[in-house]
């Protein structure tokens, strides 16, 4: 049972809620809606749809989880909110549930969301990732791990955010973001070099950095086009063989959207 919910809290009775789970005034929790071990919701909070929290995290006030979405096509269907574990909420967050039936948003684990963020539907943010105030991911948006992005970025439906990208305040992610870039631009985002100091703090090597820079370099300044690129770095044994740039290879080859021009670049097509 939870050591303290407060009498002026709204939990549904069929509602399944974890051991030494606090609930803080004026929160409503409705029916389908599971919370996890240890986890600290404040007040005013609103978690409802299928929502299924995981365990250890902490919620502040004013979020609102499981929501419908905000697209036209919706039909009521059910559909899901997972969350996992460790992950914190700050004021006001919202995180909608997915659009089509038994279709879900998912949030991983040590995640930090900062105030007013917002997680649309079939939204996939994975784990170690930093949203800052006024974050925006549009539907079907998906954020690879230890991503940061920074004070109100917005990010177009459908784009792909990389691993260990860091994107500068006030950006518009408008195509897919290759791991490990730097990237900024108000009217389009557009990438401005690597983000070193994210990859020294992930604790890569010295040695894999400069792989990844050499990849880098044939994917932005060789004067290639992406397809050509790509055939370049995969002639390179030892980028070849890096699971680092088979990383940035593989998310190449994914993306729908064309991925982000180097910004001495930017009226270009990236193909």
Known sequence: MPIEISSKVSVHKNAV??????????TVIDENVKIGDNTVIGPNVYITGW??????NKIHAGVVIGGEPQDVSYKNERSYVKIGENNVLREGVT????????????????NLFMAYSHVAHNCVVK??????????????????????????????????VGKYVMVAPLSK??????????????ETAVVRGLNVV????????APDREIIKKAYKLLYHSGLNTTQAVEAILAE????????????????KSAKRGICSHHKHETESPE
């Open 17 to 26: 809620i974890g051991k030494n789970v606090t609930i803080m005034p004026y």
């Open 51 to 56: 929502t299924d929290i995981g365990e250890n």
């Open 95 to 110: 995180i909608h549930r997915g659009t089509k039936a038994e279709t879900s948003t998912f949030v991983g684990n040590n």
């Open 127 to 160: 784990d170690n990732i930093i949203m800052v105030n006024l974050v925006a991911l549009g539907g079907y948006v998906e954020v690879d791990e230890k991503a940061f992005l920074s004070y109100a970025v917005a990010v177009h439906q459908f784009c792909k």
């Open 173 to 186: 992610i408008g195509k897919d973001v290759p791991p490990f870039m730097l990237v900024s631009g108000p």
């Open 198 to 205: 994210g990859l020294r703090r992930a604790g890569i090597s």
């Open 237 to 252: 044994q030892d980028l070849k063989d890096n699971p680092n740039v088979s990383e940035l290879i593989r998310f190449i």
